[in-house]
Structures are given as C-alpha cells and as structure tokens.
C-alpha cells in the first residue's frame, strides 16, 4: 500500500518554513526521505526507524510517530536549493528491504 | 566518481524491440535495487537482489522483464516485447546490506517507446 503524501505541492518563499506528511495505513520499520530534482536521481536525505525518533540535517528535520504511522519533514527558513520533489519510502518488516514510496511533494521556494 | 551509475542514460525504441539497461552500484554495496518511475510518480519497486540472489520480485514486473546480478556485482534488467506503456524512468540503488539501509540511486535510464 502506497503512503500518502501531504500536501501534493507547496510555494514558498525564501526563509519560509515548510511541513511535508506521509502517511502510512500499514506498521512502519523505518520512513526514508528523498529529494528528487527535475531529471536528476534522488537523493537521501534521512531515515527515521519506528520509536518516535526525530533527526536533523541542517535545516531540514524529520520525525517519526509510530502510534500514527506517520512521518513529518521539516524545512525552515528554506533555501532557494530546497526545490524540488519529496518523497517518503516506507518500509515494513525487517531492514533492508524494497521501499514503497509516497506520491511526492512538490516544492518551489521563490525569491 | 563512486556513486551507482547506469547506462545507456536514454533509450528510444520501437514497439516490439527487446532492451537492456546496466546497473553498476557502489562498490561493496551487497543489495541492489531496480524501481520504475513514471511521470509525476514516486518510484515503483520491481526487484531486488543480495549478492546475485534475487530475492524479491514485484507483481509489477511482467514475463517480459527479467534482471540478473551473474557476479554478484553490476545488473541489467532486460525487457523483451517492448510496449509503450514501458515508457519511463528506470532507476538502480544499491545499499551496503548490513542493517538499517540507505539506498542511493543511480542516475537512472530513461526509456522511450515508440
């Protein structure tokens, strides 16, 4: 089952602050986040494992509640490099296996 | 340059043709993943392997398609018959397969079916 992504888009500009959801109907092991730009690979931005866990990568974080099966990334006081394509993987059961990704999140960050 | 790479980065084909995509991961990565991507869309899992095991397979994945890892190290997926409807990104990730896993991706192959 695919995780659903909030919102489907967003426009923000320079310095504003961003929170993307994924949400899961199925137990959770772990949430990856990726940024996709247009034509390019994804790239890894984090993973959270079950337990309510919470990270951070600069300005971008990201937590996980288990109770709820869903995962929220955090962008603030975005950059102009924010842009681009979210997505949330989700995996069940044990590490190491397939990911299921959300639809994405599209973010523009204006100056 | 350490990274996955993928060749060819484009593929334009007839309806009908069979093709093959490589997939070359981060050297000692022991799982290697293929997803399809679409327009628009997340990408979609189509198999994975450890080592040169194949072990697991999405229902995605028709008769048509069929990837091997012979040595445990590069892949290819092949797609026999073509149809238009295989029209999309093919992306490659490969993992350290040790516990809790960060896949990196590849820059993909794009395919276009005519």
């Known amino acids: 089952q695919q995780p659903v992504q909030s919102p489907q888009a967003v426009i923000l500009r320079e310095g504003e602050d961003a929170v993307i959801n994924c949400s899961s109907s199925?137990?959770?092991?772990?949430v990856h986040w990726y940024r996709q730009k247009h034509g390019e690979a994804p790239v890894f931005l984090m993973i959270l494992l079950k337990g309510g866990e919470q990270k951070g990568h600069e300005k971008i974080s990201a937590s996980f509640n288990e109770k709820k099966q869903q995962s929220s990334l955090y962008l603030t006081a975005s950059q102009l490099s924010y842009s681009g394509t979210y997505f949330c993987g989700t995996e069940i059961g044990d590490a190491g296996n397939m990911l299921t990704f959300g639809g994405g999140t599209r973010l523009m960050v204006k100056p | 340059d350490t990274g996955v790479s993928q060749n060819p980065r484009h593929k334009i084909t007839k309806r009908g043709q069979n093709v093959t995509f490589r997939c070359d991961p981060i050297s000692e990565h022991n799982r290697l993943y293929w997803y399809r991507q679409t327009l628009g869309q997340g990408p979609e899992f189509l198999t994975y392997f450890q080592n040169e095991a194949q072990l697991e397979k999405s229902r995605l994945l028709s008769d048509r398609f069929s990837a091997e890892r012979p040595k445990g190290s590069f892949s290819t997926l092949e797609i026999q018959r073509t149809e238009q409807g295989d029209s999309a990104m093919y992306l490659c990730?490969?993992?350290?397969?040790?516990?809790?896993?960060?896949?990196?991706f590849g820059p993909g192959t794009r395919l276009l079916v005519l």
């Open positions: 990730a490969s993992s350290l397969g040790s516990g809790l896993e960060t896949q990196y």
């Open positions: 199925k137990a959770l092991y772990s």
